[in-house]
């Protein structure tokens, strides 16, 4: 006996199994993606075979960009766009509240890290629960150990930094702001 199962081929149940495998991936669902229709941005399904949708980026500098929310890639270099695998996961953002982060540059003279006067201008989305500045950690000693990210807005932006304590993770000025106005009137009335 040659030790191959002549019988093999015709199981009834191998050929059930053959069939829906086949039937599987020859059969692609259409997902949704967010899709601009006129002036507004509905779920919609897209083309067969279509596996991933894009849509405007975002950046604490300039905010969400101008691109058209869609189905499939972006288009090679396209600016300002960003694409994502699964249904609907372009979803739409929408601005949040604008805040101020302080800007620390590398001073040589002195070396080490000192705040700019000009607070930087931060834009921030609706869904995000905190407003984040990154800064200088306790143990930046040298211009190379912090890679400050977007003039100071948003978080770190190396995990390594961070954990190293090379960068340092802050709530916005506004948030400070808010903290300590009543802290400061609760002072004065008690004077």
């Known amino acids: 006996s040659s030790g191959i199962n002549a019988e093999w081929p015709l199981r009834p149940g ?6 829906a495998l086949f039937l599987a991936t020859a059969y692609s669902e259409a997902i949704k993606c967010f899709q601009k229709e006129g002036e507004e941005v509905v779920d919609k399904v897209c083309a067969d075979g279509t596996t991933k949708c894009k849509g405007p980026t975002f950046s604490y500098s300039a905010g969400i960009s101008d691109y058209a929310f869609g189905c499939g890639e972006c288009e090679s270099g396209a600016a300002g ?3 994502c695998a699964g249904a609907s996961c372009n979803k739409v953002e929408e601005l949040g509240k604008e ?13 080490k890290f000192v705040a700019n006067e000009a607070m930087t201008k931060c834009k921030s989305l609706k869904s995000t629960e905190q407003n984040l500045c990154n800064k200088p950690g306790a143990e930046a000693k040298v211009e190379a150990d912090f890679t400050k990210l977007n003039v100071g807005c948003g978080p770190c932006e190396d995990p390594a930094q961070k954990t190293a304590e090379k960068c340092a993770e802050t709530n916005s000025a506004v948030s400070m702001t808010a903290l300590l106005l009543p802290l ?3 002072i004065y009335a008690l004077f």
């Open 14 to 19: 191998m050929k059930l199994m053959v069939l």
């Open 81 to 83: 766009c960003i694409d």
């Open 184 to 186: 400061i009137a609760a």
């Open 99 to 111: 805040y101020e982060c302080t800007n620390y540059e590398w001073n040589a003279d002195d070396t």
